[in-house]
């Protein structure tokens, strides 16, 4: 009799526990925040997409529909098979209910199924395959900041205008971004009139780019397009410089440059060169403001960029939609109420999202200042031209089953 009332004892306790649990879980609204916390994206994105994502909770009052916010991160490694193994444990362990940033469109492509299956949330804001809003776009996905499409017309039509640049050559890194942008932005090129002499593909997060440079250099074409990003964009514009190439008549068109990399070279190699950006610190008094709240508090004191704006803007929108709902475990019914919703916040102004998952705002183009020009640490692009949404990111993709075919 004793054992038995000792047994009903301890299942009667981990009954208990297993129910507080759920009941925790049902009063949190838990965001896991998927990045690079230790490669080639670590310096962009990294502990400043976690501070991101932090901050929007903050500005939501740390709480929403009766349910606490918490933000939790992890590091994928740049694998897409590490940040699904990871993204598993959140939506089956761990209660997680979206996930943002992903430095990576082949972990976010991997990713993107998972969310589906699960009927969770993916916010991708530093994933730039069109493939996430075209053949495969999701129900259960929104895709801020940019794309392919957007980064690889607007650079080439800029620089092309008035009959400069009418030969390029591209150097990208080899996965799905790269790949997708070089073949996006050959079109791009050759659609208004001019011509690619050659492409070289280079492995994520190397160091040593000499000798793609130098075939670059020596491919005689009026722009090198660099389709890479973070560190693998920085150690390329260094050794660049070193081989002459920065210092000749080529020019240079960088369709992922941000602050970031102008920071780590310096505007004596980068000024002049352009760059197609949705977000920059010093575009308005909001901007300003929340890029002084930022940079106190990233670890590095690093000032805000587009993918870590990125973060802020599509937490926030996500959370403000579970407030809109009164509910989050739903997650294709969460992403309906955020397309729904108009987008409005103090870093991209006001848009909307899709149907096939995109979200419109305008696109800037920027050319680095010399080093005459700036005003101090951090203040690196001047605006020359602005995109409107609908032109920035052009026409949805018929792929995508969720775009109405009428």
Not at 30 to 42: F, R
Not at 68 to 82: R, S, Y
Not at 286 to 302: E, S, Y
Request: proline share 4%.
């Amino acid at each position: 009799m004793a054992s038995r009332i000792g047994l009903f004892t301890v299942l009667s306790i981990a009954a208990l526990l297993a129910s507080a649990s759920v009941d925790a879980a049902d009063k949190t609204v838990k965001i896991g925040v998927l990045t690079d916390m230790s490669g080639v994206a670590v310096d962009d994105m990294g502990p400043g997409s976690v501070l991101a994502g932090q901050m929007a909770a903050e500005d939501m009052g740390g709480s929403v529909a009766g349910m606490k916010i918490e933000i939790v991160f992890a590091d994928h490694l740049q694998k897409p098979d590490v940040g699904a193994t990871v993204v598993r444990r959140w939506f089956d362990q761990e209660n997680v209910d979206a996930v943002a940033d992903v430095p990576n469109s082949s972990v976010a492509l991997a990713i993107n199924q998972i969310a589906r299956a699960d009927n969770k949330v993916l916010l991708p804001s530093s994933s730039q395959s069109l493939e996430l809003t075209g053949a495969q776009c999701s129900p259960n996905t929104v895709r801020w900041t940019i794309d392919t499409w957007a980064t690889s017309h607007s650079l080439p039509s800029a620089l092309m205008k008035g009959g400069a640049g009418k030969t390029w050559f591209f150097a990208h890194t080899d996965n799905a971004y790269g790949r997708d942008l070089t073949r996006n932005a050959t079109e791009a090129v050759t659609g208004l009139g001019g011509q690619v002499l050659g492409t070289v593909a280079h492995p994520p997060g190397i160091t040593d780019f000499s000798s793609f440079v130098v075939q670059a250099g020596s491919s005689g074409a009026q722009v090198i397009g660099l389709a890479n990003y973070s560190a693998d964009l920085t150690n390329f514009l260094k050794q660049a410089n070193e081989f002459g190439l920065l210092k000749g008549g080529q020019r240079i068109a960088a369709f992922v440059l941000d602050i970031n990399n102008v920071h780590a070279v310096g505007l004596k190699l980068t000024q002049g060169l352009y760059t197609a950006t949705p977000f920059y610190w010093d575009r308005n008094d909001d901007t300003r403001a929340f890029a002084a709240r930022f940079v106190l508090r990233h670890p590095l004191h690093t000032y805000v960029n587009e993918f870590t704006a990125g973060v802020y803007a599509s937490v926030l929108h996500y959370l403000k939609a579970v407030a809109a709902l009164g509910e989050k475990d739903d997650g294709r019914a969460v992403v309906a109420k955020m397309k729904a919703i108009p987008t409005d916040d103090r870093l991209f102004g006001k848009g909307m999202i899709r149907e096939d998952g995109s979200v419109i705002h305008p696109i800037y183009l920027f050319q680095v200042k010399s080093p005459e020009e700036s005003k101090g640490e951090w203040d690196y692009f001047k605006l020359v031209a602005t995109l409107p949404g609908q032109e920035a990111f052009g026409p949805m993709n018929k792929a995508c089953p969720l775009v109405s075919r009428g």
